[in-house]
């Protein structure tokens, strides 16, 4: 899908500083997934999994979960946060529930994680991160192969991996330089392949194949 260009234009670095004041202070790195609550669907839980095998390594990390369950799946957050104080990393993971800024949300992360354990179809999350300049670690599968560059402008992991998806995560931790260049090819990728003009042209190229 097309994404107006102008809309990310107007997230300022201040907006997102803001942000990332309120929920995590701190050093950081800071990695989140900023979407619906969703159990295996979307993989809140393999990221909590990751977060367990980074904390020793990156004491100063922050992992935000942005977004709510649907309501009648509240399960879903209470849940999740089981899982942190099993792990023991209740200290390191911050839940914001429903934000009203989810832009400045995603331009106050150092990296943008889609862990989803089932396909998505065209994760609008990770567009929206890319045109942020933002690098993005998402799962293999779905979409979001045809999304993320990988080892370019994000990585791509197994679903389901905890391990791969650490792995994937301490590499961008450890390399603020790798962030910075992954996160200037995302955005320019997002200007060549999914603003509105591209997106318009494939459509009409396609109607074009097909009516000839």
């Not at 993971?93 to 943008?112: C, K, N, P, S, Y």
């Not at 609008?124 to 300049?133: N, R």
């Amino acid at each position: 899908n097309g994404f107006p260009p102008d809309e990310f234009a107007r997230v300022t670095p201040d907006r997102g500083a803001a942000w990332r004041a309120h929920w995590c202070p701190g050093p950081g790195p800071v990695a989140g997934v900023v979407g619906r609550v969703k159990l295996r669907r979307k993989g809140q839980e393999t990221f909590l999994a990751a977060a367990a095998l980074l904390r020793e390594r990156f004491p100063a990390a922050r992992f935000l979960i942005v977004g709510a369950p649907f309501p009648g799946n509240e399960e879903h957050l209470d849940a999740l946060r089981r899982q942190a104080r099993e792990l023991g990393v209740q200290d390191c993971i911050v839940f914001t529930g429903e934000v009203e800024d989810g832009q400045a949300a995603l331009a106050a992360l150092d990296v943008v994680v889609l862990p989803s354990g089932q396909p998505e179809p065209f994760g609008g999350v990770v567009i929206e991160a890319m045109a942020l300049g933002r690098p993005v670690v998402g799962t293999a599968i779905g979409g979001t192969p045809e999304q993320i560059e990988d080892g370019v402008t994000g990585l791509l992991v197994p679903p389901g991996d905890p391990a791969a998806l650490a792995q994937a995560l301490a590499r961008l931790f450890e390399d603020a330089a790798l962030r910075a260049r992954m996160g200037e090819a995302a955005r320019r990728r997002f200007q060549s392949h999914f603003t509105f003009a591209p997106f318009q042209q494939k459509v009409l190229d396609l109607y074009r194949e097909l009516a000839e």
